[in-house]
């Protein structure tokens, strides 16, 4: 369980590609601190530690990570959102996140308003219907509030700190981003779902 707060904006450093794919992250964390096993949110996606050096950890993304998330087309140097796992009593700064992505959103528009982004992001047909104004999106990894909804289309404004200490610093129109629905919508959803039958 994730809460949406990026805590390292790290970078691939190296990519195998055998069965599966492994990468491996260079980042600021203290890895004295990170087991083998343990579960790190890279852009959005819970992915477990499969092997760690000084200042830097590996994971092995399947061909179901590659295909529903932006994964399959990061290279090496690609700027990479992480968070680690929520512990029992930790703060919970943004929303709840599983790191489970739920599909891939693009980056139609950007304009500078204020000292802020103005985003507006086109979501997957599929997942429109989750997306609400004022409710929680989750957007490579970050927790973020939805300004407005036109059809597939919403709109998020960033400030400057989260610009400077994510990868939304480096995005421009026509990016891609992992996409993660906000858990209480699924769980509505699927509830009304019942009920019409």
Same mark, same amino acid.
């Given at each position: 369980m994730f809460t949406g707060i990026i805590t390292d904006l790290g970078r691939v450093k190296n990519i195998e590609k055998a069965g599966d794919t492994r990468f491996e992250f260079e980042t600021a964390y203290d890895l004295n601190?990170?087991?083998?096993?343990?579960s790190i949110a890279c852009n959005g996606a819970c992915m477990t530690v499969v092997e760690k050096g000084p200042n830097w950890f590996a994971i092995t993304a399947s061909g179901?990570?590659?295909s529903k998330t932006t994964m399959g087309s990061w290279k090496v140097d690609t700027q990479v959102n992480f968070e680690r796992a929520c512990r029992v009593g930790d703060e919970l700064g943004g929303h709840i996140v599983s790191g489970h992505v739920d599909g891939i959103a693009e980056i139609v528009s950007l304009t500078l308003?204020? #000292?802020?982004?103005?985003? @507006?992001? @086109?979501a997957p047909q599929e997942l429109k219907n989750f997306i609400a104004p004022k409710g929680s999106v989750t957007l490579n990894g970050v927790s973020l509030t939805v300004?407005?909804?036109? #059809? #597939?289309?919403?709109?998020?404004?960033?400030?400057?700190?989260?610009?400077?200490?994510?990868t939304f610093g480096q995005? @421009?129109?026509?990016?891609?981003?992992?996409l993660e629905i906000d858990m209480l919508a699924r769980y509505v959803a699927r509830l009304l779902e @019942? #009920?019409?039958k």
């Open positions: 601190t990170v087991d083998i096993g343990a179901e990570s590659l308003e204020g #000292d802020s982004h103005r985003f @507006k992001f @086109k300004n407005e909804v036109e #059809d #597939d289309v919403f709109g998020i404004n960033i400030i400057p700190h989260t610009m400077e200490v994510t995005s @421009k129109v026509g990016d891609f981003v992992n @019942k #009920d019409e």
